[in-house]
């Protein structure tokens, strides 16, 4: 029994570590900590700029050096993930309100209802999603808001096939049908059961979609479509040093490589969260 559990031990710890989980989850701390309160981890101003400091490579005094303007790019860095952020997080609330919405209705209204959903849901899926969004622009204009806005139109045929699949297979479950046996109202069924269940293996991928949001705003910006320049946000400044990369690689690499690390953290976090519901589920 001894040697049993000895032998068990290494692979439990392993479970309980989990590196890439906690080397995630500490990378977005800190970035929720830079979009908050970026003053603390800097004292330079986004902004300032010196050009007798122009195209500094990196270094003790500047991280990650600084760009054409001599703005120390660690600073933009550290303030651009307010931006990114403020706008992953929007255009996934926005796609989540749609889906819903748009799932929801479905499930609980009707054959007609359902029907019109299911084709305003197909000619949806016609388009890809950043086309969408590039539509919206090219309509609305340009700007932050307006990136958030087109990004999470863009993302929220996708929450609403899920919502209306599974609305669909809840509204139908023996659980519901025993809630109305019971007397309950329409609105407490729906508010106390369906809900719940509904909404709940949401939370995984809404920490995927952050991700998501955050990689389709900064292709946005970086396609001038987005947070404008001299806006501190990652896509900007990608498409700001791109012109320079020959001899100031860090001006891009740097917002760039937030990006990729940002993403990835999402993606670790949403995996495991969907995990551990499945676990919780089953």
């Known amino acids: 029994m001894t040697a049993l559990t000895t032998s068990l031990a290494p692979a439990r710890t392993r479970t309980r570590l989990r590196p890439g989980l906690f080397a995630a989850g500490l990378f977005l701390t800190l970035v929720v900590v830079a979009a908050l309160v970026p003053g603390l981890l800097t004292s330079y101003a986004p902004d300032g700029i010196k050009p007798a400091e122009f195209f500094r490579p990196p270094s003790a005094e500047h991280w990650f050096g600084t760009d054409q303007n001599g703005r120390d790019v660690y600073t933009r860095v550290v303030y651009g993930a307010g931006q990114s952020l403020l706008i992953g997080l929007g ?3 926005i796609s989540l309100s749609l889906g819903i919405a748009l799932g929801l209705g479905a499930a609980l209204g009707g054959r007609r209802v359902d029907f019109a959903v299911g084709r305003v849901l197909e000619v949806l899926f016609a388009f890809p999603g950043l086309l969408l969004a590039l539509l919206f622009i090219a309509v609305f204009g340009t700007g932050a808001v307006t990136a958030a806005i087109a990004v999470g139109i863009g993302e929220a045929a996708g929450y609403a096939r899920l919502i209306r699949s599974q609305a669909t297979t809840v509204v139908r479950s ?30 995984a991928l809404a920490t995927l979609g952050i991700g998501q949001s955050v990689v389709w ?43 990729v690390l940002t993403t990835l953290s999402t993606t670790v976090l949403g995996r495991r969260l969907q995990a551990w519901l499945d676990v919780r589920s089953s």
Do not use: C, K
């Open 91 to 93: 255009a996934t609330a």
């Open 174 to 203: 023996g659980y519901v049908e025993a809630a109305r046996g019971l007397g309950h109202s329409p609105a407490r069924v729906v508010r106390r059961t369906v809900l719940p269940n509904v909404l709940r293996p949401l939370a």
């Open 217 to 259: 705003a900064s292709s946005l910006s970086f396609l001038g479509l987005g947070a404008q320049p001299p806006a501190a946000e990652w896509g900007a400044m990608l498409a700001d040093g791109r012109t320079f990369l020959q001899y100031a690689w860090w001006t891009s690499f740097f917002p760039g490589l937030f990006i």
